[in-house]
């Protein structure tokens, strides 16, 4: 579905992307790790539209859309999640889906006078399937509270959540489990494998929790200085000695050999 070819993104002398080249597999959960500074949330930025690449390609489908801003890739069904969730703190969880889908009656002033009916029949079904989504992400217990007052483990449900308001068709998501207890991110987890098994997402997910990355994901890609370092399964990846050694640590190390950590 994404290709990735031999992408570069400096900032001034620094090289937070450099010359990574790389392949998301239509309905895969792809992992994407490596130590702080790889240049993986750099390189989820390029393909998001966020950033403009200093120099490389992406492509969707066979079709280029480098350098296309965030709006035009959420029609195409790219969508992206940041580390720090991005809700709108002082409106309900259930209005924060119902602001998702685009082209919405009600946002013309026109419709709000001559159209009523419409607008009602509209947020009517667009209220309906929030409601659908809340349930299925297992919180519809907080759908009117404010999502301000949410743990982090909620704002990362609700984020995901927001992906299911459209016709999302590759999610890429940012350290999903950072400030997010074990329960939750269990849960989290759980949406994600359904939603790729259930309604064919697919997923590109950074996150330093091996744990949850070998359960969830395959391939793993491993980033380090701005270039892709390995790729493979989980266990492959665990039993690499230059990814253990340089980039991961000796707990990783620990963990291949049995020793858990």
Known sequence: MIQVHD??????????????????QNGSITGLIGPNGAGKSTLFNVIAGVLEPTSGRVTMDGQDITGLPPHELFHRGLLRTFQLAQEFASMTVRENLMMVPTGQAGETLWNTWFRRGTIRRQESEIRKKA???????????????????????????????????????????????????????????????????????????????????????????????????????????????????????????????????
């Open 131 to 261: 409601d659908e989504v809340l349930e299925f992400l297992t919180i519809s217990h907080v759908a009117d509270e404010k999502a301000g007052n949410l743990s982090g483990g909620q704002k990362k449900l609700l984020e995901l959540g927001r992906t299911m308001m459209v016709d999302a068709r590759i999610v890429f998501l940012d350290e999903v489990g950072a400030g997010v207890n074990r329960s939750l991110l269990a849960t989290i987890g759980e949406a994600i494998v359904r939603l790729n098994k259930e309604r064919g997402y697919t997923f590109c997910v950074i996150e330093h929790d091996m744990d949850f990355i070998a359960r969830l994901c395959d391939p793993v890609i491993v980033m380090a200085e701005g270039k892709v370092l390995a790729q493979g399964s989980a266990d492959q990846i665990m039993q690499n000695e230059a990814v253990i050694e340089a980039y991961l640590g000796t707990g990783l190390k620990n963990k291949a050999a049995g020793g858990g950590t």
């Open 7 to 24: 992408l570069h993104k400096h900032f001034g002398g620094f090289r937070a992307v450099d010359g990574a080249s790389l392949t998301i």
